[in-house]
């Protein structure tokens, strides 16, 4: 799954920097020479970066219409460059990240991977995987129940188990991740059940190794769709 970005700037020559360095990226770019038509397309249309060039007269009532008119910028990774970046109110302007012009490769393309990363890690947070896998739960009191594997996310997973476990019993959990040799076991709550065997299980305890694969198999899961 290929993410968006916006740019908000009239350097052709320092766009053209930029086309590149997020295509390499994986991210689909458009360009916005005007900071008032970029902000009737943001009205309109989600993108996951947008990078503002603040050398363009507007971009000061730009980011001011911004977090007033578009809701969900306050959730985008908001990058400013510019000829001294550094004299523009970060905070005002709501930027997490900055670069100067003319841009050097290497500063952007660690700053926009950085972005592209935080944008990752939010949408992962909350990616959910279906699949139909085994798991065993393990009980406060040595009871064991297998059960199906529904969904999986960074936090927590669905399950459906046999009839004659209790729920609230649950405090550990183990299974393997489809199509890997890897193995996650971790201690749990149960968040919620139904009469129908289904348990929603979330995460409070696991190896940080086990959680950074869990982590990467999801992130599999997620661009292969």
């Excluded at 991210?27 to 050398?55: F, G, H, N, W, Y």
């Excluded at 529904?150 to 550990?172: K, M």
């Amino acid at each position: 799954m290929t993410l968006s970005s916006m740019v908000v700037s009239r350097d052709w020559q320092e766009v053209s920097v930029l086309e590149c360095i997020l295509g390499g990226l994986h991210m689909d770019v458009a360009v916005e020479s005007e900071p008032q038509r970029a902000l009737t397309r943001l009205t309109k249309s989600k993108v996951d970066a947008l990078i503002v060039d603040c050398d363009l007269n507007g971009t000061c009532q730009f980011f001011r219409e911004l977090q007033r008119e578009v809701p969900r910028a306050s959730t985008v990774p908001l990058v400013i460059m510019g000829s001294s970046p550094a004299k523009h109110d970060m905070e005002g302007t709501g930027a997490m990240y900055a670069f100067d012009k003319p841009i050097s490769v290497e500063q952007a393309v660690r700053t926009l991977s950085a972005a592209r990363n935080m944008i990752l890690d939010g949408r992962l947070r909350y990616h959910r995987a279906g699949l139909e896998a085994p798991v065993t739960l393990l009980g406060r009191h040595q009871k064991r129940a297998e059960g199906q594997l529904i969904n999986l996310s960074q936090g927590g997973l669905q399950v459906r188990v046999e009839d004659g476990f209790e729920a609230t019993e649950a405090s550990r959990v183990a299974f393997q991740l489809p199509g890997t040799k890897s193995g996650v076991k971790a201690e749990v709550e149960v968040a919620w059940s139904d009469k129908q065997g289904n348990i929603g299980i979330r995460f409070v305890n696991m190896k940080p190794q086990m959680k950074n694969t869990l982590r990467l198999w999801l992130a599999q899961q997620y661009f292969a769709n």
